[in-house]
């Protein structure tokens, strides 16, 4: 991946995650007479503003609605559906959320503790005070970092590393990784400034590692995945689910047409290399009817089918501003938040809000940079709640 793309997927995964982190879609094939739901992006996809769109919408216990619109693969004109498969980017933040508090909930982390309790390495980090393009210069920090602020992207991370800027989110793995962070330093005081990052969230997940002595992606497999029976969640997928990934699509010069994204960002392919590792802070693939079954269990207070992950409290907590007085950002444990919601958007597109009445909303698209992107999943909001207040009556 050039310089350039990195470029053009950091500023496009700012703008997604700004303008969809409170936000949700949805669709399913065009028929004679489309509902709502599937006439507020069919416009789009027609007029090749959005190559496809996958939405499901529910409650903790029940799937209301299944709805796609387009394709996977424009030029093969392959529909999309919701076992299309998807990378889902930055929605991996909240996974690392939840490892985190059922470590807690079984006294074994401490929020709050410095986070050289549970990694040494990390033990003498600077932060650095002036920096221009030949000179940078660092001092010790005054405070120690904890856990919560790594969760909170409030423990001054720069948003990855400059070995992952090169060579992909997913080339290290973690005490490689945690080396690294020596030299890479912090952009400001823990605790004192929200900045968004991977960092912070890859370091809670090493923390889950070295607690829990297995590696972060069998945690996960484990506590999460198999209890809500998720087949399809992974960092690596196998070669069904490759041929079954989604196209990620950007729009044209002339602003009338897509054009394909021939490699996902910062992910190092092909996705079935032997040398590629776990990265929570947006390594994760999905399908949209795996996914959902993640929601609806945050959704109904940490419980799933039967199967309790976390207390209502950890929920609450994740779920809630952690971000500090200091901050007018509303961000949790790997989730944003506001008034009546909380979820999580990805580089491209995809997207989930849990709203506190337990509607869950999840909305699967691979864009990045569609100028029409806002507009349509505005658009498709007003008919999702719509679709709500009907249910309701």
Not at 33 to 61: D, K, R
Not at 192 to 202: L, R
Not at 221 to 231: A, D, G, K, N
């Given at each position: 991946?050039?310089?350039?793309?990195?470029?053009?997927?950091?500023?496009?995964?700012?703008?997604?995650?700004?303008?969809?982190?409170?936000?949700?879609?949805?669709?399913?094939?065009?028929?004679?007479?489309?509902?709502?739901?599937?006439?507020?992006?069919?416009?789009?996809?027609?007029?090749?503003?959005?190559?496809?769109?996958?939405?499901?919408?529910?409650?903790?216990?029940?799937?209301?609605?299944?709805?796609?619109?387009?394709?996977?693969?424009?030029?093969?004109?392959?529909?999309?559906?919701?076992?299309?498969?998807?990378?889902?980017?930055?929605?991996?933040?909240?996974?690392?959320?939840?490892?985190?508090?059922?470590?807690?909930?079984?006294?074994?982390?401490?929020?709050?503790?410095?986070?050289?309790?549970?990694?040494?390495?990390?033990?003498?980090?600077?932060?650095?005070?002036?920096?221009?393009?030949?000179?940078?210069?660092?001092?010790?920090?005054?405070?120690?970092?904890?856990?919560?602020?790594?969760?909170?992207?409030?423990?001054?991370?720069?948003?990855?590393?400059?070995?992952?800027?090169?060579?992909?989110?997913?080339?290290?793995?973690?005490?490689?990784?945690?080396?690294?962070?020596?030299?890479?330093?912090?952009?400001?005081?823990?605790?004192?400034?929200?900045?968004?990052?991977?960092?912070?969230?890859?370091?809670?997940?090493?923390?889950?590692?070295?607690?829990?002595?297995?590696?972060?992606?069998?945690?996960?497999?484990?506590?999460?995945?198999?209890?809500?029976?998720?087949?399809?969640?992974?960092?690596?997928?196998?070669?069904?689910?490759?041929?079954?990934?989604?196209?990620?699509?950007?729009?044209?010069?002339?602003?009338?047409?897509?054009?394909?994204?021939?490699?996902?960002?910062?992910?190092?392919?092909?996705?079935?290399?032997?040398?590629?590792?776990?990265?929570?802070?947006?390594?994760?693939?999905?399908?949209?009817?795996?996914?959902?079954?993640?929601?609806?269990?945050?959704?109904?207070?940490?419980?799933?089918?039967?199967?309790?992950?976390?207390?209502?409290?950890?929920?609450?907590?994740?779920?809630?501003?952690?971000?500090?007085?200091?901050?007018?950002?509303?961000?949790?444990?790997?989730?944003?938040?506001?008034?009546?919601?909380?979820?999580?958007?990805?580089?491209?597109?995809?997207?989930?809000?849990?709203?506190?009445?337990?509607?869950?909303?999840?909305?699967?698209?691979?864009?990045?940079?569609?100028?029409?992107?806002?507009?349509?999943?505005?658009?498709?909001?007003?008919?999702?709640?719509n679709f709500f207040d009907d249910y309701q009556k």
């Amino acid at each position: 991946m050039n310089h350039k793309s990195i470029k053009q997927f950091r500023f496009f995964g700012a703008i997604l995650f700004l303008t969809i982190s409170i936000t949700i879609s949805f669709v399913n094939v065009l028929s004679a007479e489309e509902p709502s739901i599937i006439a507020a992006l069919s416009p789009y996809i027609e007029s090749h503003q959005m190559p496809g769109v996958v939405s499901i919408l529910a409650t903790p216990n029940e799937i209301l609605s299944i709805d796609s619109v387009g394709y996977s693969d424009i030029e093969n004109q392959k529909p999309i559906d919701e076992n299309s498969f998807f990378w889902i980017a930055s929605m991996s933040k909240a996974f690392g959320g939840v490892c985190v508090m059922i470590l807690v909930e079984e006294g074994k982390l401490d929020l709050d503790a410095p986070i050289s309790t549970y990694l040494p390495e990390l033990s003498d980090l600077n932060v650095t005070v002036y920096q221009d393009n030949q000179t940078r210069l660092q001092k010790k920090l005054q405070n120690p970092m904890t856990l919560r602020q790594n969760l909170s992207h409030t423990a001054g991370w720069p948003f990855i590393t400059s070995f992952q800027d090169q060579f992909g989110i997913d080339s290290l793995p973690t005490d490689k990784f945690l080396a690294t962070l020596k030299m890479t330093g912090l952009d400001h005081e823990p605790g004192t400034k929200y900045q968004y990052s991977n960092i912070g969230i890859d370091v809670a997940a090493a923390v889950v590692e070295r607690v829990s002595g297995m590696p972060f992606e069998d945690f996960l497999q484990q506590r999460v995945f198999e209890p809500l029976e998720m087949t399809e969640t992974t960092f690596f997928p196998n070669e069904d689910q490759i041929a079954r990934l989604a196209k990620g699509y950007r729009s044209n010069e002339q602003q009338d047409g897509l054009i394909w994204l021939s490699d996902v960002s910062y992910m190092t392919e092909p996705f079935d290399h032997p040398n590629r590792y776990a990265e929570c802070g947006g390594g994760l693939f999905s399908t949209p009817i795996d996914l959902i079954k993640f929601y609806q269990m945050l959704a109904g207070g940490g419980e799933f089918n039967g199967k309790r992950i976390l207390s209502e409290e950890s929920v609450k907590l994740i779920s809630s501003k952690q971000t500090g007085d200091k901050s007018d950002v509303h961000y949790g444990f790997g989730l944003a938040c506001g008034d009546n919601w909380f979820g999580h958007g990805g580089a491209w597109g995809t997207n989930a809000t849990i709203y506190k009445n337990h509607f869950v909303a999840l909305y699967m698209v691979q864009v990045a940079g569609v100028v029409k992107q806002e507009e349509s999943i505005e658009s498709w909001r007003k008919a999702a709640m719509n679709f709500f207040d009907d249910y309701q009556k």
